[in-house]
């Protein structure tokens, strides 16, 4: 069945850097569009970044343009988020996501804080 699971989450000062990384299994990684997604408390899921298959296309919510990049490695079945110039506003919990079958899948989440 399908898997993600998020890793990479933690505290750092406000501008600073952190990579997250999710492994992925149980679908066809490489051919399947994907998504990073954020959840700050008291606020609604949004999508943060979203990289097409083919790996041609990415696509980023607009406060994170030019600071966060997706990427992903099919020989390791891992999907990527390089986080720069971190804000206090970037706190959040981390999600990937996947929707295949007409399914969404997500995984439990890693915990970005960003301190000022």
């Known amino acids: 069945q399908v898997q993600l699971v998020e890793s990479g989450g933690g505290l750092v000062q406000a501008g600073g850097s952190l990579r997250l990384s999710c492994a992925a299994s149980?679908?066809?990684?490489?051919?399947?569009?994907m998504d990073w997604y954020r959840q700050a408390p008291g606020e609604e899921r949004e999508v943060v970044a979203t990289?097409?298959?083919?790996?041609?296309?990415?696509r980023y919510k607009d406060s994170v343009a030019g600071r966060f990049t997706i990427s992903r490695d099919s020989t390791k079945n891992t999907l990527y988020l390089d986080m720069n110039s971190l804000q206090p506003e970037d706190t959040a919990v981390y999600y990937c996501?996947?929707?295949?079958?007409?399914?969404?899948?997500w995984g439990p989440g890693t915990q970005v804080t960003v301190s000022s």
């Open positions: 149980g679908f066809d990684f490489s051919s399947k569009s």
């Open positions: 990289i097409h298959s083919g790996d041609v296309f990415t």
């Open positions: 996501h996947v929707r295949y079958k007409f399914q969404d899948y």
